[in-house]
């Protein structure tokens, strides 16, 4: 049994709702424009961090010159795209400033609305709490993507790729915390926990987490490229024969062939783990819905073929795209899953 907080208020003001829709919203469109902006290697194309001075982009010919010699003293300008020319500058500019725009709207979207429903008494105590706690989380997040962008500023022309697992991971944590937040709004408020049924939906949210974070070390170690073979990778199944000899744990989170059969293996892992969670909770659930239980087994279906086609096609923006998308919704599945678990706890 978990413990379970007070249900909240069945007469919950519309127009908060809504707004934390629209807040989880636009967390997801940061997400697919942060994927496109890492695959386009856009995100070293502003080589300053300006956080409000920096919503209006370069204006006229001399505006977009001087941006373009800021680019030019970056590494990833000398070692990758001397060949530039102002044009070509403008196109990864373009992500990479939608990218910090839309990072900037969305704290005007949490926090403005925010203050107005405080000020006027129209969130409760604790939910005034945690959506405060997610503009904080928002704001760390800002911070996080300049240090993550600083890492290719200095000697090396792109990012580490344990500050973009981290970057990622942290918009997930956001989008997390906020859909927890209207499935307590809508169902009544509940703790996760990792007893009874609640222990499947947490081991597939660990695994995931740990997918993730393999996720963006493959992105950022352009690991994806490497085998275009499925179910094998270029016909080995073991890691005897491709995985390099070196200190064990140096070699798991840095090599690209040794991250690229992990995020493999933990595919195969999670469809395993995924049909016990299913067939669990659909048994258990008896006369409640079982819709929270289908979809998610059919979210991480649909997500391990679009894994498996990013890799045969060696990572073609769309589909990786898409497959990152996939990475969120399946989360956000895993999420609703586990709230699930807790009400069905609750209930018994």
């Known amino acids: ?43 070293l194309s502003m080589v300053d961090w300006r956080p ?13 010159n001087e941006a373009f010699d800021a680019y030019k003293t970056s590494p990833q300008y000398r070692e990758v795209n001397a060949w530039m020319e102002v044009a070509d500058f403008k196109r990864i500019f373009f992500w990479e400033y939608t990218h910090r725009v839309l990072g900037r709207t969305i704290a005007l979207i949490a926090f403005i609305p925010w203050l ?37 500023l200095i000697d090396r022309p792109e990012v580490s790729h344990f500050r973009l697992a981290s970057h990622l991971s942290l918009a997930f944590v956001i989008a997390g915390w906020n859909l927890w937040m209207l ?59 491709l995985i390099p000899e070196g200190p064990l744990l140096h070699t798991l989170i840095n090599d690209p062939v040794a991250i690229h059969y992990i995020h493999r293996a933990l595919g195969f892992a999670l469809m395993a783990w995924g049909g016990v969670a299913w ?12 819709l929270v239980c289908d979809q998610l087994l059919a979210v991480l279906s649909i997500q391990f073929v679009l894994g498996a086609l990013t890799a045969l096609w060696q990572t073609p923006l769309t589909l990786a795209v898409i497959h990152q998308g996939g990475a969120f919704v399946t989360a956000c599945s895993t999420l609703l899953l586990a709230h699930h678990a807790a009400r069905l706890e609750r209930a018994h």
Not at 116 to 140: D, M, P
Not at 279 to 290: H, P, V
Request: glycine letters at 14%; proline letters at 5%.
């Open 183 to 241: 499935m307590d709004l809508r169902f009544g408020r509940v703790l996760p926990g990792v007893r009874g049924l609640q222990f499947y939906p947490a081991l597939l949210m660990l695994m995931l987490a740990v997918q993730i974070l393999y996720g963006a070390f493959m992105a950022g170690t352009h690991a994806g490229i490497l085998f275009p073979s499925f179910p094998d990778m270029n016909g080995h199944y073991l890691p005897g024969g």
């Open 116 to 152: 107005y429903f405080q000020l006027r008494g129209r969130l409760e105590g604790w939910l005034s709490f945690r959506i405060l706690v997610a503009i904080a989380l928002g704001g760390g997040q800002g911070l996080l993507g300049w240090y993550m962008v600083q890492s290719g």
């Open 1 to 43: 049994m978990i413990q379970s907080e007070m249900p909240a208020h069945r007469s919950v003001d519309p127009s908060i709702v809504r707004w934390l829709w629209l807040l989880f919203a636009t967390v997801f469109s940061m997400v697919l424009v942060g994927g496109i902006t890492r695959l386009t290697e856009s995100g």
């Open 52 to 64: 409000v001075m920096g919503v209006l982009p370069p204006i006229g010919e001399a505006a977009w």
């Open 279 to 290: 067939w669990k909770l659909r048994a258990a659930s008896r006369g409640a819905s079982t």
